[in-house]
């Protein structure tokens, strides 16, 4: 997912600030990057649902956005199947991650069509002027695109990393 990527670790105030101009110099426009999920695309009619449908389904009890909200913001909760696995496991119930998936995947594919932009067209248009594009995400690939494709924002995006499935 990586590849042509360079990790870089901050150093000395100075350090920074050379790299910075350094990088400036080299690349041809700066590079802007978006994370998907309610920064450019509101999930709360989709992934946020998608989620509560899940847990719901295998818990029989109803489940609140706030509980969704809260788990969240923990770290290390972004992965929305993970997120549903945490609200089962909170209420002592054993579930296999391939079924919390399978049953998950179910609701979220019959909601991703309500899934909009949340930053305009004009906008997206003008920082492309500026910046080359892109989008990280911890969503499966063929769920990035078609969202992008479905809402016609694809074309201001120069590269999608995403997550890869085995």
């Known amino acids: 997912l990586l590849k042509n990527c360079l990790r870089i670790s ?6 920074c ?8 110099r080299i690349l041809e426009k700066e590079i802007l990057l978006f994370d ?3 920064v450019l695309i509101d999930v709360s009619e989709s992934y946020i649902i998608a989620i509560k449908k899940t847990a719901e389904f295998f818990l029989n009890k109803e ?3 706030n509980e969704i909200r809260t788990i969240k913001s923990e770290p290390g909760y972004n992965n929305e199947w ?3 696995e945490k609200l089962i496991l909170k ?3 054993k579930i296999k991650k391939e079924d919390i998936i399978r049953i998950y995947q179910q609701y979220y594919l019959s ?5 909009k932009p949340i930053i305009s067209k004009k906008i997206l248009k003008k ?3 500026k910046f080359r594009l892109g989008i990280v995400t911890g969503r499966p690939r063929k769920e990035a695109e078609y969202t992008l494709k479905i809402n016609n924002i694809v074309e201001f995006f120069d590269v999608i990393i995403a997550m890869k499935i085995a």
């Not at 600030?17 to 400036?24: F, K, S, V």
């Not at 909601?111 to 899934?115: A, G, K, T, V, Y």
């Open 82 to 84: 993970d997120v549903t």
């Open 10 to 15: 901050i150093g000395t105030k100075e350090q």
């Open 36 to 38: 998907m999920d309610g």
């Open 91 to 93: 209420r002592n119930l």
């Open 63 to 65: 489940i609140t956005l």
């Open 127 to 129: 920082l492309k002027k």
């Open 111 to 115: 909601l991703r069509d309500n899934e």
């Open 17 to 24: 600030q050379r790299l910075t101009n350094e990088l400036r």
